[in-house]
């Protein structure tokens, strides 16, 4: 939901079915973006002109989308799908200026005369996930994602001429390797929070918050450049609801690469472009509430001030955190980032402060006047993931956790990166699936507590699209293995 901040106060930009069409008229709009997400985390459109939109669109909408050509929709008998905008989510897209546009994000309905909420729709199991909060005595669940990404000037890729060779070129002037900073470049895995010149990206980060803040009425906090050298950077955006902030966090996804492309650059969600140097994460934060009470926090817990429910709730993650990965790390690429010795959390732990666990209860925010800002951090996410999906499945996770009452065990405070793998044995903790096949299997072993908001069949495509990009990186050698074995 839009948002707009009015003299430090934080209020609703929430449009009605009307107000949009009268802001269509009122705002010159020529043309008309439908966007929606495919399951695997796509973002796709089609384009009307506003002209040709109507009232009834809202209720009934529009017969726009082939579902048999969007990756893990329908099949060619079955392919006609319905997309239904929602007013809520109206911005104008301001690197259109030509022809003036302005966007709505979708919910997917079948067609047929099946008419209803797609079963494979990301954001129609969202909702689903919304209403099992309420199913379950929760009023709503909160959540404040934590999205990184790069920018680099150039990216070259070549993997379709095997007989020729494979490759990729990262051109960036702030990287160790560029000619065009010297003196200023970032080494590997010092790039946190550096001052121009070092920094050449923070213009653009301003750039990208004012159109988030401005036009698409998504509130942000800071931004600052990250860990990893050539253009690691993070927008810190508001905590909302759980629908909402997975809207904030494909919009945000969206309005990053368009803004990189004005500038003849690229941004990537990638999750590890870079070798040897930190990835990207997408650490989310979340917390269940009712009557306006946040129900994680407990004065009387001394260590943390956590309620039995938040530690539930972190025990149910902690119990499915290895089948949870296929779907909060759901590439390839993921399980590059997930390695130890590059800040990312590999092990199944807790802590407040410690950041080699996979969940963090944030340290400072400690006291009575914090108790709305007590939350579960979990640090296993990543931005390649689709967060309507990502989101689903940790409230699943926790809820499951709060339903069976599992112990999320004893906190670990000492850095598990440093621990002998005896010591870690000693303490029972394990370590997060080391591949995407891996975690696959333990999707497939581990779904039932997902069931009652995804479905079955969801899963198993889940699991078959995981597989099948695994394969796709499994038969081809990777270039460092030339290096290590083409003299065996």
């Known amino acids: 939901m839009p948002y707009r901040v009015v003299d430090g106060r934080i209020e609703s930009l929430s449009y009605t079915n009307q107000e949009v069409l009268q802001r269509l008229e009122g705002d010159g709009i020529k043309f008309l ?17 506003s002209n040709m939109f109507r009232k009834e669109d809202f209720e009934d909408g529009l017969p726009k989308l082939d579902g048999s050509s969007i990756k893990g929709f ?19 897209v301001p690197w259109i200026r030509e022809y003036p546009t302005a966007r709505l994000i979708c919910d997917i309905l079948s067609g047929g005369k ?20 309420k199913e379950q005595g929760y009023d709503i669940s909160y959540w404040g ?4 990404f790069f920018v680099f000037d150039k990216l070259a890729v070549d993997t379709l001429t095997p007989s020729h060779g494979q ?4 051109t960036s002037r702030e990287a160790p390797w560029s000619t065009d900073n010297v003196g200023y470049a970032l080494r590997l895995k010092e ?9 050449t990206l923070m213009q653009y980060r301003n750039e990208c918050v004012d159109v988030l803040s401005s036009k698409f009425g998504i509130i942000c906090d800071a931004h600052h450049h990250e860990v990893a050298t050539a253009g690691q950077c993070e927008i810190d955006i508001r905590y909302d609801s759980l629908v909402n902030a997975a809207d904030s966090v494909q919009s945000y996804k969206y309005i990053v690469k368009n803004i990189a492309k004005e500038h003849n650059m690229i941004a990537t969600m990638m999750p590890k472009p870079i070798s040897l140097d930190n990835g990207s994460g997408m650490h989310v934060n979340v917390s269940l509430w009712n009557g306006g009470r946040n129900l994680f926090y407990d004065a009387s817990d001394e260590y943390a001030e956590m309620s039995e429910n938040a530690r539930y709730f972190g025990g149910g993650i902690i119990d499915h955190a290895k089948a949870l990965a296929a779907i909060v790390a759901p590439t390839t690429n993921s399980y590059r980032r997930l390695v130890p010795g590059y800040e990312a959390p590999v092990y199944i732990a807790w802590s407040t402060g410690n950041r080699s666990a996979i969940i963090r209860i944030p340290a400072h925010y400690k006291g009575k006047k914090f108790a709305n800002m007590k939350r579960i951090e979990f640090r296993a996410p990543d931005p390649s993931c689709n967060p309507y999906l990502a989101f689903s499945a940790i409230v699943a996770a926790g809820l499951d956790g709060i339903k069976k009452k599992k112990s999320i065990g004893d906190p670990v405070d000492a850095d598990i ?30 779904s039932i507590f997902l069931e009652p908001i995804f479905g079955k069949e969801v899963i198993t495509n889940i699991v078959e699209h995981a597989k099948n990009e695994h394969m796709e990186l499994a038969i081809r050698p990777h270039p460092h293995e030339f290096a290590m074995y083409a003299d065996v």
């Open 33 to 49: 973006d439908l966007q929606f997400t495919g399951l695997f985390g796509r973002f796709h459109h089609t384009t009307i002109a």
């Open 74 to 92: 329908t099949e060619i008998h079955e392919s006609d799908l319905i997309i239904r905008p929602d007013s809520s989510t109206y911005a104008i």
């Open 114 to 133: 099946t008419r209803g909420p797609y079963p494979k729709d990301p954001r129609g199991i969202a909702k689903k996930a919304e209403n099992y909060v």
């Open 145 to 148: 994602p934590e999205v990184e």
């Open 167 to 170: 490759s990729y070129e990262i």
């Open 191 to 199: 790039g946190y929070l550096p001052s121009a010149p070092g920094d």
């Open 417 to 446: 990166f440093k621990m002998t793998e005896y010591r870690r044995q000693e303490l029972g903790i394990q370590q997060l699936p080391a591949s995407l096949r891996e975690a696959c299997q333990e999707l497939q072993n581990d």
